[in-house]
């Protein structure tokens, strides 16, 4: 799991190690990519620095989500499946936000 903290005041970051340490099983990397850089916003700041550096690992899949995202428990096993025996290209989901 990569969770890239974009400087929120919430903590997210820093409850997200505790939890990870607690509980273990997780390897968990938190980066802050720091102030984004002039035409960046936060969100997309903080999506390029998450995306490159997942791809150094070569996941089969990315999921990207916010703290305030609440997932149902099989939702990616879920997804996963829907993928099929084909992968993940050309696969996308995108979320209905109201």
């Given at each position: 799991?990569?969770l890239v903290d974009?400087?929120?005041?919430?903590?997210?970051?820093?409850?997200?190690?505790?939890?990870?340490?607690?509980?273990?099983?997780?390897a968990l990397t938190?980066?802050?990519?720091?102030?984004?850089?002039?035409?960046w916003t936060g969100?997309?700041?903080?999506?390029?620095?998450?995306?490159?550096?997942?791809?150094?690992?070569?996941?089969?899949?990315?999921?990207?989500?916010?703290?305030?995202?609440?997932?149902?428990?099989?939702?990616?096993?879920?997804?996963?499946?829907?993928?099929?025996?084909?992968?993940?290209?050309?696969?996308?989901?995108?979320?209905?936000?109201?």
């Open positions: 799991v990569i974009d400087c929120s005041s919430d903590g997210t970051g820093e409850l997200a190690r505790e939890l990870a340490d607690r509980f273990g099983g997780l938190v980066v802050t990519p720091g102030e984004p850089e002039p035409g969100k997309l700041w903080a999506l390029r620095h998450g995306i490159a550096l997942a791809r150094l690992h070569k996941p089969d899949f990315l999921l990207l989500t916010d703290a305030d995202i609440a997932h149902e428990p099989d939702s990616l096993r879920d997804l996963v499946a829907a993928a099929g025996t084909e992968g993940p290209d050309g696969f996308d989901l995108v979320s209905q936000m109201a």
